[in-house]
């Protein structure tokens, strides 16, 4: 038994447990039949001795032994039909009864009983009908009891057979129901003492195998694994020579047990490396911790600094904007200049041209106020000819006039002679008023002449005042021409220096332009090298953290190195 | 005079007939027990239309009359005759029937027809006080009766007490 394994012992306890359990089962099986046959005893005696008991006791209240049966008689002397009706009724349920009684299951003497009974019964019915017909034809009660005689005796023998045959069945029964529960009672004894003996049995077995099979064993192979788990590498191990789990368990505990010296030779070298280490460390915290510091300073700056950047390429950035903004505004404002001053400079060119245009007219009408005054001088000699001619003319006209005057008295006086000659005379006085018509028609051309003449002296004299007015007046324009040509050479010369002033602010426009543009070319690359050091800048916050982690990130490392 | 030598005659008969059924009874209850219990519900019917009865062929008539073939259900038939006798019980005033769950076994209908065989007694005590009642508790027992013939008689004491009602003008 002690050079069987573990498991073999195991297996063993088991297979007689599973056979304790399989006899609990069988013997509970056992007892559970004994007990459905004790039920099975009581059920017959339920259905048996119980309910003919039942139905007898009811055979005999109806009976009525000493009671309602026996009244037949009054119940018909004293015309009480009703009794009588109830009489039969108790007739009826003595009947049912009966049946039901046999029906139950009788034997020879019990339905003998039976029939005994059902014989005074029926003898009884029979009774009242006859002593009901006696009572008819005028009977006394003494002759119905002499004529009508029926013996109990049959039915109170019966009654008190049945009851005797109950009483056997139901001794019957309980010898039954006692008989199973006296087999059931045994079989429980027996099979729990048999069943406790098995399982006493198990029961030290299993003492005997955990506490000296298997727990003594174990209680040395632990207390070796304590002491070797406090490091004493130094204590033998147990149980290594046994053939069982134990013995295989000690072997791997003594493995262990090798395995903790080497561990400990290898702990003792890691102690050694460890305390290099540490002292590596040590002075690596040192050095980290300096550097720490210094790189927590230069950091420090270098943020303080990126800060200090960054809000001043913020500042640029701004002036910048504003700068780009105010030379914007100034190339309008330039631009606009410079555009008005061309506008100027055209201006004044083109009135350059004018003035030298008017001055080319003032000499020019100078010139022909010049001629003007020449012309009217020649055309006043002119009219001052024709006024003289004109003169002239009306001494002719004069003479003309004292011709016709002469013609006329002539013409007149050779009418005169042509009327002293008759009819001689008066073709000739024809001609003589021919004569006279030609100086009237003389006389009057004359007149007309001279009118004419005299209008033209006049017109002659108003042309000579007109002239000499027209004189005067040319000679006052050719002053005042001088006088416009003298103003209108000093205006181009003004207009001139004007115009040379005016494309020198052109040219200084241009360059202002020009210069504006150079500004706001270099404000945008200012704004765009502000935004580059800005950037800059977050990239340098950014690399400084980057820096930072990584810094503290090493020094860590090198802390816990 | 006629008719009260006729009751007597029907009971008489009925009487001298109750001899013979005392070799008949046995110990377990049949369908002839039953059968005779009808009997005898048939033969108060009888005696009370013939109280009634103006003319005796009518009575000859009820006496001679036969089973329905078309009834064939016993608790049809007892539920009708159930009604109709608490119709007549009502008439004079009794106690109707008490109510019963229809019967099944041989045990159950006899005592049904045995407590309406009761209460037929009762109005038979209460329309004629000279009435013999013992007379009708007797009788002679068919043999090997059947189902079927409890329900022929039913079947007459329901066409015997609708010819009473008839003649009665109930």
Same mark, same amino acid.
């Given at each position: 038994m002690t050079n069987l394994k573990i498991s073999t012992i195991g297996t063993i306890i088991s297979v007689f447990l599973a056979l304790s359990a399989a006899a609990i089962v069988s013997s509970s099986f056992m007892t559970l039949n004994q007990v459905q046959q004790a039920g099975g005893a009581w059920h017959d005696f339920e259905e048996g001795p119980s309910r003919k008991s039942a139905y007898l006791n009811g055979v005999y209240k109806a009976l009525g032994f000493g009671g309602m049966l026996h009244q037949y008689k009054d119940y018909l002397l004293n015309k009480e039909r009703v009794q009588i009706v109830s009489f039969f009724g108790k007739i009826r349920e003595i009947r049912v009864a009966l049946d039901a009684y046999k029906a139950i299951g009788v034997n020879d003497i019990e339905e003998q009983a039976l029939t005994d009974i059902l014989g005074v019964i029926t003898a009884y019915a029979n009774a009242i009908q006859k002593a009901e017909q006696m009572v008819k034809q005028g009977a006394t009660s003494d002759e119905i009891a002499r004529e009508i005689l029926i013996n109990d005796a049959p039915a109170i023998a019966g009654i008190d057979v049945l009851f005797a045959e109950i009483d056997k069945s139901r001794t019957n029964s309980a010898v039954r129901v006692n008989t199973a529960v006296e087999e059931a009672s045994f079989l429980s004894k027996t099979s729990s003492i048999v069943i406790g003996l098995i399982l006493m049995a198990l029961l030290a077995t299993m003492i005997w195998f955990t506490r000296?099979?298997?727990g003594a064993p174990l209680r040395l192979l632990g207390e070796t694994m304590t002491q070797l788990a406090r490091g004493d590498t130094q204590v033998e191990v147990p149980a290594?020579? $046994? $053939?069982?789990e134990i013995g295989e368990m000690a072997r791997r505990v003594q493995v262990f047990k090798d395995s903790m010296l080497a561990n400990e030779e290898m702990a003792a070298q890691q102690r050694q490396e460890a305390e290099r280490k540490e002292q590596r460390r040590i002075a690596l915290e040192k050095v980290a911790a300096g550097f720490e510091g210094d790189i927590s300073n230069v950091l420090d700056e270098l943020t303080e600094m990126s800060k200090l950047l960054d809000n001043t390429s913020s500042v640029m950035t701004n002036i910048a904007q504003d700068a780009s903004t105010k030379a914007s505004s100034i190339t309008t404002s330039a631009q606009d200049a410079s555009s008005n001053v061309q506008t100027v400079a055209s201006a004044a060119e083109e009135l350059s041209s004018s003035i030298q245009e008017i001055a080319r007219q003032v000499s020019q009408s100078t010139s022909t106020a010049s001629n003007a005054v020449t012309e009217v001088e020649h055309a006043n000699d002119k009219v001052q000819g024709l006024a003289s001619a004109a003169r002239s003319i009306g001494d002719v006209v004069a003479l003309i006039t004292d011709i016709a005057d002469q013609t006329n008295l002539l013409a007149l006086n050779a009418t005169i002679e042509a009327a002293r000659a008759g009819d001689a005379g008066k073709g000739f006085a024809v001609v003589a008023s021919e004569v006279k018509n030609l100086a009237n028609q003389t006389t009057k051309a004359t007149e007309d002449i001279t009118q004419q003449i005299n209008g033209i002296q006049n017109a002659t004299n108003d042309a000579v005042l007109a002239i000499e007015n027209i004189g005067g007046t040319i000679s006052n324009i050719s002053e005042i021409t001088s006088a416009i040509a003298a103003a209108v050479e000093e205006q181009g010369a003004a207009t001139q220096e004007i115009a040379r002033n005016v494309e020198l602010a052109s040219e200084r426009t241009s360059t202002v332009n020009s210069d504006i543009l150079d500004v706001t070319y270099s404000v945008d690359e200012t704004g765009k090298a502000a935004t580059q050091v800005r950037n800059a800048v977050h990239a340098l916050g950014d690399h400084s953290n980057e820096l930072k982690s990584v810094v503290e990130g090493f020094l860590n490392n090198v802390k816990s190195a | 005079m006629l008719k009260r030598l006729l009751i007597v005659s029907l009971a008489m008969g009925l009487w001298s007939a109750s001899d013979n059924a005392r070799a008949a009874e046995t110990l377990d209850l049949r369908s002839d027990n039953v059968v005779l219990v009808w009997q005898n519900i048939n033969e108060i019917l009888l005696v009370l239309s013939a109280n009634i009865a103006m003319d005796d062929e009518w009575i000859e008539g009820l006496r001679n009359l036969q089973p329905d073939e078309?009834?064939?259900d016993f608790n049809v038939e007892m539920s009708a005759f159930h009604e109709k006798l608490n119709k007549l019980l009502s008439s004079s005033g009794l106690d109707n029937l008490p109510q019963a769950t229809p019967p099944e076994t041989i045990s159950e209908q006899y005592v049904s027809s045995g407590t309406m065989l009761d209460h037929l007694v009762y109005y038979l005590i209460d329309s004629d006080s000279l009435a013999t009642v013992a007379i009708y508790y007797g009788g002679e027992a068919p043999q090997d009766s059947s189902t079927g013939d409890i329900v022929a008689q039913i079947n007459l004491a329901n066409q015997r007490i609708d010819a009473f009602f008839e003649e009665n003008g109930l």
């Open positions: 000296w099979r298997l290594q020579d $046994k $053939k069982d | 078309g009834a064939t």
